[in-house]
Every structure is written in structure tokens, then in C-alpha cells.
């Protein structure tokens, strides 16, 4: 009885930790799309990937998967709030599963804009964390990332739910090609259009790029569910 007790207050310590960090994490990101959307910026400067003002932000993997995180984060902390004040029994597994497609989602952004953006945007890596790209290049997912690896472990998540973090990034990847398709002209494709540069060097770098994405994702998503076990 005594283990069990003791186990019960480590669980439950754990989900109040767990319950502040994605309560933070929901706000910071609320802050940040409104200081995005209303050109609003604590210094000055251009900063690539980062459009003040405009909704055109969504169009990037980073803001749609940090506003992923943003939502679900929200709604997992309100689950763990009712389930603090003994409202309800526990956090049901499809929370679990949508909070694990969240956090590999700003994984592969945090990925690929330290492997690979911070090396073919101007200004480096240095550019890909100024002003309120530090929060979603940066800040949100690994916060998100530690806090699923460390306070949200459970053993609810099966081998076969890994792959549904395939469909955030599949779909993404879909808007892009089209958009890439639509906006491709006299063989060539402008960095407005091909913001991630795949065409820019090599015209059939997305034929290689698109399965090495769903590839990468897939490792990444195997990887967390694995240290996220109990």
C-alpha cells in the first residue's frame, strides 16, 4: 500500500508540473501569434520565415505545428485540471496519442531549422532565432519535448499509433507540392513561393525530400514514444 501511495504522489506531482508547462506553453503561443498577426516585434530587423502582419505566417510548418502544440497543449491541460480536482478518473489515451503527434511535430521543426534552414537562410542560425522565431524555432518545442519525455510518460501509446504522426507532415507536404506546382514558372520557382528552398538548388530535390520527411518523422515519432514509456 505504501508503494502504491507513493507512486500515486509522483504521478500526481508530475501532472501538476505537467499541467503549468502546457498552460504556459498555450499562452506563450496565444501571445505570439498576436504579436505576429499585429506586426508587433520587441526589437527591429528582418527576420526570415517571419511575416509581421500578415496571415501568410500560417503557411509555414513552424507556426501550424507550434499552433498544433499550442491547442492541444491547452486542452490536455484542462484534462489534467479536472483530473487534479478529482473531476475526472484520468487523461484518456487519444490525449496522449494527440500529444505525442504535437511534440514530434515541432521535433521535425525543431530539426529542420537547426540541420538544415540555419545553413541556406541568410544569416544562419543566428537569423532562425531572433524576435518571436526564438519562441517557435526554438523555446516552445523544447519545452514541449521535455515536458513529454519527463512529466507525461504513461504507457498508454501502442507501436501502431507512431505512425499517426506521419499525418500532420504528410499533409503539409501536399500543400506545399501544390503550391510548388501552382507558382512554378518558366522552370523556375521564386524563395517567396519555396520558402524552404527545395528548388532552388536541384528541381527534383522534393521527388527525395518528401519520403525522407515521412522517414525522419517517423524515426523521430518511434524515438519519443520509446523514452516516453513508463
Known amino acids: 500500500m505504501g508503494r502504491m501511495k507513493s507512486k500515486s504522489k509522483i504521478d500526481e506531482k508530475r501532472m501538476r508540473i505537467s499541467f503549468v508547462i502546457n498552460l504556459f506553453i498555450s499562452v506563450l503561443t496565444v501571445n505570439?501569434?498576436?504579436?505576429?498577426l499585429t506586426g508587433f516585434r520587441f526589437l527591429h530587423g528582418y527576420v526570415p520565415l517571419e511575416e509581421l502582419?500578415?496571415?501568410?505566417?500560417?503557411?509555414?510548418?513552424?507556426?501550424?505545428?507550434?499552433?498544433?502544440?499550442?491547442?492541444?497543449?491547452?486542452?490536455?491541460?484542462?484534462?489534467?485540471?479536472?483530473?487534479?480536482?478529482?473531476?475526472?478518473?484520468?487523461?484518456?489515451?487519444?490525449f496522449y496519442i494527440l500529444?505525442?503527434?504535437?511534440?514530434?511535430?515541432?521535433?521535425?521543426?525543431?530539426?529542420?531549422?537547426?540541420?538544415y534552414l540555419g545553413f541556406v537562410i541568410d544569416g544562419g542560425h543566428l537569423a532562425l532565432l531572433k524576435y518571436n522565431n526564438l519562441f517557435f524555432h526554438l523555446v516552445i518545442p523544447v519545452i514541449s519535448i521535455f515536458?513529454?519525455?519527463?512529466?507525461?510518460?504513461?504507457?498508454?501509446i501502442k507501436f501502431k499509433h507512431t505512425f499517426y504522426s506521419l499525418?500532420?507532415?504528410?499533409?503539409?507536404?501536399?500543400?506545399?507540392?501544390?503550391?510548388?506546382?501552382?507558382?512554378?514558372?518558366?522552370?523556375?520557382?521564386?524563395?517567396?513561393?519555396?520558402?524552404?528552398y527545395f528548388l532552388q538548388a536541384d528541381i527534383w530535390r522534393p521527388i527525395i525530400v518528401a519520403p525522407a520527411m515521412l522517414l525522419t518523422t517517423w524515426i523521430l515519432s518511434l524515438a519519443i514514444w520509446k523514452i516516453n514509456k513508463k
Open 167 to 196: 499525418i500532420p507532415v504528410f499533409l503539409y507536404e501536399i500543400y506545399y507540392v501544390g503550391n510548388l506546382v501552382v507558382n512554378f514558372k518558366d522552370g523556375v520557382v521564386t524563395t517567396q513561393s519555396d520558402w524552404y
Open 53 to 94: 502582419g500578415d496571415v501568410s505566417t500560417f503557411c509555414y510548418f513552424t507556426t501550424q505545428s507550434n499552433v498544433f502544440m499550442g491547442i492541444v497543449s491547452f486542452v490536455f491541460a484542462n484534462r489534467e485540471y479536472l483530473v487534479l480536482k478529482g473531476k475526472k478518473k484520468s487523461v484518456p489515451r487519444y
Open 147 to 156: 515536458n513529454f519525455l519527463v512529466f507525461e510518460k504513461n504507457d498508454l
Open 32 to 36: 505570439i501569434i498576436i504579436m505576429t
Open 99 to 115: 500529444k505525442m503527434v504535437a511534440t514530434v511535430a515541432v521535433s521535425l521543426t525543431f530539426i529542420v531549422v537547426f540541420g
